[in-house]
């Protein structure tokens, strides 16, 4: 294996999903594409052109748990500069932040926000 290709997330509403990812995380849209025979988008997403993310929208998905802690994947992270500045972002586009929390151990600052479907993302300073 070289590197993890990208993260793919289905969301419930296509709109609501994109605006989050691309205005308020500020990923770069790399393609979007409407595929009708499955009546849903696929957005293909970058960050600092590095292609990291698949949105996908489909009629009617089933929920997935998320909290407490159900199997499978939990949650994306990010690493950040200043963690103090992505929350003050965040929080002037409506999305809250939770308390910070320090890595036992490597010592570092982290905190997680969610996505208009709860799925909790990771900001983790370096």
Do not use: W
Not at 30 to 38: A, F, G, L, M, S
């Amino acid at each position: 294996m070289n590197k993890v290709h990208h993260t793919a997330i289905i969301c419930s509403n296509y709109e609501i999903s994109k605006k989050f990812y691309t205005d308020v995380l500020g990923l770069e849209i790399i393609r979007e594409v409407y595929r009708k025979e499955r009546q849903s988008y696929k957005l293909d997403l970058a960050l600092n052109g590095i292609y990291v993310i698949e949105l996908f929208s489909f009629p009617n998905p089933p929920k997935r748990p998320s909290r407490p802690e159900a199997c499978g994947l939990r949650h994306l992270a990010f690493e950040v500069d200043d963690l103090d500045k992505i929350i003050a972002h965040c929080k002037s586009q409506h999305v809250i932040a939770e308390p910070i929390r320090i890595d036992e151990h490597t010592h570092k600052r982290f905190t997680f926000i969610a996505d208009p479907d709860e799925l909790p993302i990771e900001f983790y300073e370096k």
